[in-house]
């Protein structure tokens, strides 16, 4: 069965400073991933997604993920952080052969001046 | 403008008392789905549908009523709530669902007592 993993529900960085916001799937087959941002009392907008095309994938707003089949991972990062990148992240992984889109259970990002 | 549209956004209701939490899309999308969301579980699926009369249980419709008359409207029901059913509830819409974008709607907050 599909699932995704975010490690760390909360994480806190200073302005200008690197984000990275860890994901990890499994599945058996190979996956389409997505990351979805979430800001306050909003609902969640696309970031970026991986649909097995290059593996280093460029999002909305500076951000970007690198798909390792490897490590099964798809970490989201950003160089430098900004005030408004204070949200909930959300991971999601999809396969072809199913009807769903399974989503990790988010990480929080505060950006500290 | 694309965009899905839930109502109401907030809603305080008692036990047991039937309400409706409507969606609507205008983006012509076959596939609509509902997702819950509590904090530590992330979004969980509750039904979707792939296109008008034809719905299926996602991961915890217990509880939950949906229809899909019209392609663009996919309305949630609660027949009897009950105060688990308190939550963050989404409405998203999408042309596939394995490798596309979902567009998601503002969110309704329930809230039963």
């Known amino acids: 069965a599909q699932s995704v993993t975010q490690l760390g529900s909360h994480v806190s960085v200073s302005e200008g400073a690197l984000v990275l916001l860890r994901c990890n799937y499994s599945?058996?087959?190979?996956?389409?991933l997505f990351w979805y941002v979430q800001y306050p009392n909003q609902g969640l907008q696309l970031l970026l997604k991986?649909?097995?095309?290059?593996?280093l994938v460029k999002g909305i707003n500076g951000f970007e993920a690198e798909f390792k089949k490897s490590e099964t991972s798809f970490h989201l990062t950003k160089p430098s952080a900004h005030m408004s990148d204070a949200a909930e992240y959300f991971c999601?992984?999809?396969?072809?052969?199913?009807?769903?889109?399974?989503f990790g259970t988010g990480t929080r990002l505060q950006v500290f001046p | 403008e694309a965009q899905v549209t839930q109502n109401p956004r907030y809603l305080i209701t008692v036990t047991g008392k039937k309400l409706t939490v409507t969606c609507s899309q205008n983006?012509?999308?076959?596939?609509m789905s509902w997702y819950r969301q509590d904090p530590g579980l992330g979004l969980r699926q509750i039904y979707y549908?792939?296109?008008?009369?034809?719905?299926d249980k996602g991961d915890v419709p217990e509880g939950y009523k949906v229809s899909r008359k019209e392609k663009r409207n996919f309305p949630l029901i609660l027949e009897s709530p009950s105060p688990n059913q308190t939550s963050l509830y989404f409405c998203?819409?999408?042309?596939?669902?394995?490798?596309?974008?979902?567009?998601f709607g503002q969110g309704t907050r329930l809230t039963v007592v």
């Open positions: 998203a819409s999408s042309f596939g669902i394995s490798n596309t974008e979902a567009f």
């Open positions: 599945s058996s087959v190979p996956p389409y």
């Open positions: 991986y649909t097995s095309a290059a593996t």
């Open positions: 999601a992984v999809s396969l072809s052969n199913t009807d769903k889109l399974i």
């Open positions: 983006m012509n999308h076959e596939y």
């Open positions: 549908s792939m296109n008008v009369e034809v719905t």
